[in-house]
């Protein structure tokens, strides 16, 4: 910017007569003038206009000292001086006053917001300023009449210390020319979000949207209206862009989409539910909306939850709602598990809070306060949490996480209702930051952007296309949609009950969390559940992985038992061998609930659990050991295999309940060479609360050996066992017949 006294108006002297073109480039940056002519009326840009304020009067230069003055002849001299120099910039800030007005004056019809102003000189200098400048946002038409009709305008530049919106346009414009997104093949499975709306234009989703099917839900509101307006960069957009991408969004070449996504608008503009509608009843229209039809939407994803922490005593309408939809429709509900605000007064205290009342992290995740929130507890959705990506140190801030896949700052924890394990899954949601004040603040400034993950933002309100500027379980739980849909597409006529065992059997605990004692697992499986799962895991077997599962749903009454069998090859415990295997048990069960019930035994019509077999244990003593289910309590332990979470909580994670819930999974680790002949697992039905011999529960079981850490073929061996297996069983099932 020019600075001296008399520059700006010379300039004028000069200019008085010049054409449009002449005054464009002189006041006009190369970058504006370029796309002067392009520029829409509604196009938002922000500039920084430096107007000319140079008056007719000047400071003249500051005395110096003559030697032979008298002290009291300088002091007089100097006081002369420096009334002067006050008095000049008294009538400059009364020119800079008046064309202060002039300028506000003239803008007022376009809406312009001045974003800073400040004085292109050192009021202490001794030369006045010879303008001021203003930071404004406006559209396209304003900055024209401005430019064009205002005398005193002399520059418009834009700010190169700020992300502008017509820069965020022209990256925009960048990006569309360096991608190409294909919509998904017509079959492809489709994910249905609940959220906010989505930005159905924006350039990485508009492909995979099925505009004919969104719908609005929100009172008053026209069922047509499914924009995301929340700002700045939406929330349904982002979620919608967690269930296409999720961790990477490319930035160039083609992309393929795999799935297809529906839009249901259910929160305002604020994020939030009118208060008018009731959170069941909407779910509820939601799914009877999208399931049905030839193609019936199963995967929804809802990252909404109440402020407040679950209750635990009766099941909420909201989550009893969840429940019923998913057993009568077989349907899979993603729900995030809600988030602790950085920041927030009693009762609903914030991170802040508890770390200055000296609850330090992680342990104020064990507070009440800090349960998962409705409706989270739901026993039938899918709940998922959030654990950080690093420890991040940057401008003063450091990440609450110590290290990887520690439980973010923000993300609620368990146990949910009647003692039930959730979150059941975790995935990377970012984390918070605290920085060194006394009490220390928290926020996720934008320092820490390593943290956070890389989302799909919408730019309706001038907002890049990407950003890496926001954190929450919000988009944790479409990362797991994602997997469930992957499932869907690989076996579309598989059960939800199967996709939602099989993503949780492909979930482990970061590495950290193995070596600790049973204490500290006791919190582990409080706030991660049962690990991040995998994709791969959940999706494909390997050489040394296998995962056998029920195809198609089984269904259970009280009082019933079904037995597996499960052969273990003789190349696989050869004695001499003492490598370590894996074996992982999920059981994924559903049935009718009855909310006025205050236990999850009386809150389902039939409740399930499993057991296993006993290393050396007979077939007949397993069977009878499965049926005899009146007291399991003081059974002998010695041969079973070293479950982590184990059936009774004397001999596994002290006050975790493995069979509380509709998902239960376990795992043990055991040498090869100890492996049994044959591992069995029984799955039992017990009367809950209905008393109708015909009720019964459907589940689905998933089992998975699997080599640590070696590459040892594990997958054929057993494969082929089974195959042997399943024919001696047909055939003596033939002679019998």
């Known amino acids: 910017m020019a600075t001296g006294s008399g520059s700006i108006a010379q300039i004028h002297e000069l200019v008085n007569d010049e054409s449009h073109e ?68 008294e009538k400059w800030e009364a020119l800079k006053d008046s064309r202060l007005d002039d300028v506000e004056s003239m803008l007022s019809p376009y809406n312009v917001e001045i974003l800073k102003n400040w004085d292109n000189a050192d009021f202490k200098a001794v030369e006045l300023p010879d ?75 508009e492909p995979a949207i099925r505009k004919g099917d969104s719908h609005c839900f929100i009172d008053g509101v026209s069922a047509t209206d499914v924009a995301d307006y929340v700002k700045p960069s939406g929330h349904g957009t982002r979620v919608a862009g967690a269930v296409l991408y999720g961790e990477t969004v490319p930035r160039s070449g083609v992309i393929d989409l795999t799935y297809w996504i529906q839009n249901a608008r259910v929160l305002n503009k604020h994020c939030r539910m009118p208060i008018s509608m009731l959170p069941a009843a909407v779910i509820r229209d939601v799914v009877t909306r999208f399931n049905r039809g030839k193609t019936p939407t199963r995967i929804f994803n809802h990252s909404i939850n ?153 730019t309706m309100h001038g907002q890049p296309a990407v950003g890496q500027d926001e954190v929450g379980t919000s988009f944790t739980a479409p990362k797991v949609a994602r997997i469930a849909a992957e499932l869907a597409k690989l076996m579309p006529n598989a059960s939800c009950l199967l996709y939602r065992a099989l993503i949780v059997q492909s ?94 035994r009386g809150y389902l019509a039939v409740w399930m659990d499993w057991i296993s077999s006993k290393t050396g244990e007979s077939a007949d003593a397993f069977l009878h050991r499965a049926l005899d289910t009146e007291d399991d309590s003081d059974r002998d332990c010695s041969r079973e295999l070293p479950w982590v979470v184990h059936p009774m909580t004397q001999h596994g994670l002290t006050g975790v309940k493995r069979d509380a819930g509709t998902l239960q999974k376990d795992w043990a680790t055991v040498k090869s060479n100890a492996l049994p002949e044959n591992l069995s697992i029984a799955v039992r039905g017990h009367q809950g609360w209905s008393r109708d011999p015909d009720e019964t529960a459907t589940y689905a079981i998933a089992v998975t050996f699997e080599i640590v850490g070696q590459e040892i073929a594990i997958y054929e061996p057993l494969r082929t066992a089974v195959l042997d297996l399943q024919s001696v069983v047909e055939a003596e099932a033939e002679a019998e017949v």
């Open 131 to 205: 303008s001021f400048t203003l930071r404004i946002r406006i559209n396209g038409r304003g900055l024209r009449d401005f430019v064009l009709n205002y005398a005193w305008v002399w520059e418009v530049a834009e700010p190169d210390d700020i992300e502008t919106p017509q820069q965020t346009a022209r990256d925009l414009q960048s990006l569309a020319a360096a991608l190409t997104v294909n919509p998904p093949p017509d079959n492809a499975p489709i994910v249905c979000v609940i959220d906010s709306g989505i930005q159905e234009s924006h350039l990485y989703l």
């Open 507 to 600: 979930a482990k605990w970061p590495a950290w969390a193995d070596p600790l004692p049973k204490s500290g697992q006791v919190n582990v499986i409080r706030r991660l559940g049962y690990g991040i799962p995998n994709l791969s895991r959940a999706t494909q077997n390997s050489q040394s992985r296998a995962t056998l599962t029920t195809l198609a749903d089984q269904f259970i009454g009280a009082k019933q038992c079904h037995v597996y069998q499960i052969p273990i090859p003789p190349e696989l415990r050869r004695p001499g061998t003492d490598y370590d295997i894996r074996i992982d048990v999920t059981l994924s069960y559903s049935a009718t609930p009855r909310r006025t019930r205050r236990s999850s």
């Open 306 to 458: 109440s402020v407040l922490a679950c209750r635990t005593r009766h099941m909420s309408a909201w989550a009893t709602e969840i429940d019923q939809l998913c057993h009568d429709r077989d349907i899979l509900v993603v729900q995030s598990v809600g988030n602790i605000r950085y920041s927030h007064p009693s009762p609903n205290i914030g991170i802040e809070e508890h770390l200055a009342a000296g609850r330090t992290y992680p342990e104020y995740l064990s507070q009440p306060i800090a349960r998962i929130a409705n409706p989270a507890q739901s026993l039938q959705a899918l709940s998922v949490g959030s654990v950080a990506y690093e420890s991040v140190v940057a401008g003063g801030w450091q990440s609450l996480a110590s290290q990887a896949s520690e439980p973010s700052a923000f993300s609620r924890s368990g146990h949910g209702i009647w003692g039930t394990i959730k979150p059941e899954v975790v995935e990377y949601g970012g984390d918070y930051l605290v920085d060194g004040s006394t009490p220390p603040r928290v926020n996720f400034p934008t320092v820490g952007a390593s943290a956070y993950p890389v989302l799909l933002s919408s």
């Open 22 to 89: 002449e005054r464009l480039k002189r006041i006009l940056t190369e970058q504006l003038l370029s796309e002067w002519s392009s520029i829409q009326d509604d196009q938002e840009l922000i500039v920084d206009i430096s107007i000319a304020c140079v008056g007719e009067w000047q400071i003249r230069k500051r005395p110096k000292r003559d030697r032979r003055w008298k002290p009291e002849t300088w002091a007089r001299k100097e006081s002369d001086w420096n009334n002067e120099r006050m008095d000049a910039y």
